[in-house]
Every structure is written in C-alpha cells, then in structure tokens.
C-alpha cells in the first residue's frame, strides 16, 4: 500500500501505545497480586482493542485501494492480453497483405494468357501458312495451362475455334494440324464434363479425314452431314441418332461402335469397317457402301434400299428384318449375305431372293 494511505494507521498504533504506556508502568510498580491481576486483564483487553482497531485499519487501507488497486495488481496480465493482441493483429495484417498480392500477381498473369491467347487465335486467320501452323501449334498449350496455373480454362475454347476453322478451306498441313489439335480437345472437353454429361457433336461440313476418336462416348443425335471423316478410326464410340447424310466415310473405321438409330442416307463409305458394330435401325438408303465390310455387325431392321453394296462383306452379321429393297448386290456379296444370320428373314427383291436361295441350297 502507499505512505498516504498508511499515515493513518501509524498515528493510531501509536495514540494506542501512548495511552497503554502508564498502565503497563503501573503493573510493574504494584505489590498486590490481586491489583495486578486486575491489571492484566484489563492489559489483555486493551491489546484486544488494539488488534480490532489494527484489522479495521487494514480493511479500510484494502477499501481505499479499491477497483483501481485491483487494475495496478491485473496491469501486468493486461499487457500481456495487449501484447498477444497486437500481434495476432499484425500477423493477420500481413497475411492479408500477401494474399492481395498473390491475388493481384494472378489477376495480372491471367490477364497476360489472356492476351496471348488472343494474339495466338489472331494468327489463325492470318494469310501466312507458317502463322497458320504456329496458331495451331500454339493453341494446344492452351488446353491445360490455364486450368494447370489456376487460371481460366480454354478447353472449351480451343475446341470451338478449331472446329469452327475445319469447317473452312486451308493448305492441307494446316489442316492436318487441326485435325491432331481438335482430337486433344475433344478428349480434353469430355474429360471436364460431369458426371453423366455428354459432349454435343456437330461436325456437320467439317474437313477432318484421318481424326481419331477412338472409344469416345458422344450425346446422341450428332451432326455428321457432310463431314469428311475418310479414313478416320472411329473405332468403339457410342454415337447413337447420328445424322450423317451425305457423309465422307471412305475407309473409316467404325468396329465396335454404338451407331443404332442413326440416318447415313447417301453418305460415301467405299471400304468402310463395322466389324461387330451395332447399327440397329440405323438407315443407308442411297449410300456408296461398295466393299464395307459388316463382319458380326448387329443389322436388325437397317435400310439398305438402294445403296450400292457391291464387294460388301455380311459374314457373321444378323440381318434379321433388315432391307436390301432396290440394293446393288454382286455375287461376291451375295454370296457373303447367304453366311450371314437370319438372311431368310430379310427384305429383298424378288429376284435377288431367288439367287441367295439358289447360292444357300
């Protein structure tokens, strides 16, 4: 406690002294026993009074240094607290700061990709065949390096742009180069969709021969018409209600693949393979299918009416209800239709039935 507080408990003690001095005095001086008897207790009770007065003293003394008192005893955890919260404080400001600056270096970096990707599409539409090729070239860095800095995505991007430019005229490497670019896209695009999702196909008029899409799953009802898909490896995908009227599939290779439903009416197919494919109900009226091959290819119900399927090979397949109505068959086809499955149960010409009972025995 401090000396202003303390004065007056000292000046009490020692009226208390002064008073009890001459009694204390007189008890030594006495020679009655039964006098300093008295004396003492009244001794004992004046040391009593004294100890009350010393106590009363001291709650006063805690009194006076009251709620103020109690704050100089928590000073010490009080600094600490302000301590601790100043540099949590500190920390988290400087935290902030670096995240606002990682967020800024991120918005400036995606704004200079962003430019060059720009720049790169701009050349695509250059006359220069070398800035041609070096657009294309250049674009297939796009397909996972935004997406990998954590950045934007161009995937969709990329595979718009080239799809739109091989439904345009180009020198044929340029060409060749967007071929080999779009078939990383697709794949890139269908690798991002959800689960469940399907990419829309139109590669209607599309200049894309030699495109590999091998075991890629498509929504159905995909444009094909008029597309150029010769000697493409179309090899296992599922593209079921496929439009290709008119369609270039000069030795493509479609074995294995999901084509049921589809409507391939006048499309060019000369050598085209469809070993163990499905084509149920899909329709060929008017089409070039000379020497297709159609080994075990699920054929119920397709429409062969008037296509030229000349050297076309039938082995193994089922062509339960499937119709020839106005085909042009040769021997070695029909020859090919009479080892396949359920051909009595197939529609054909009258005279074409005549000659596939004669080479059936």
Known sequence: MGIGRFVPFVGRAFLIVVLLFPILGACSSSDDGSDRL?????????????????????????????????????APLVTLAVAVVGTFLAIWRQLG?????????????????DERFRATVDKLGSDGVAAQLGSVVGLRTFLAEGSAAGGPSYVQEVYSIVLAYLKLKHDRTVRNELVATFEMAARAVIENLGEGELLELDLSRADMPRVDLQGLSFAPEADLGFVNLKLANLDGVKMTR?????????????????????????????????????????????????????HRAKLQAVHFNDADLRGARFEGADINDTYFLGAMLDEGALRSIARAQNWRKAHFDDDVRQQLERLGG
Do not use: C, M, P, Y
Request: hydrophobic share 40%.
């Open 97 to 113: 700061e670096r995240a606002a600056d990682r967020r800024e270096r991120r918005i400036e970096s995606n704004r200079q990709l």
């Open 242 to 294: 496929a439009r290709g009227f008119e369609a270039q599939l000069d030795r493509a290779r479609f074995s294995d693949a999901d084509l049921r439903v589809g409507r391939f009416d006048r499309a060019q197919g000369q050598g085209v393979f469809f070993h163990d494919a499905d084509l149920k109900d899909t329709h060929f009226k008017g089409a070039v299918l000379k020497k297709a091959q159609f």
């Open 38 to 74: 008295a004396t003492l207790d009244k001794t004992e009770l004046e040391l009593e009074k004294l100890r009350v007065e010393i106590r009363d003293l001291e709650r006063e003394a805690d009194f006076q240094r009251g709620f103020w008192g109690r704050v100089i005893d928590l």
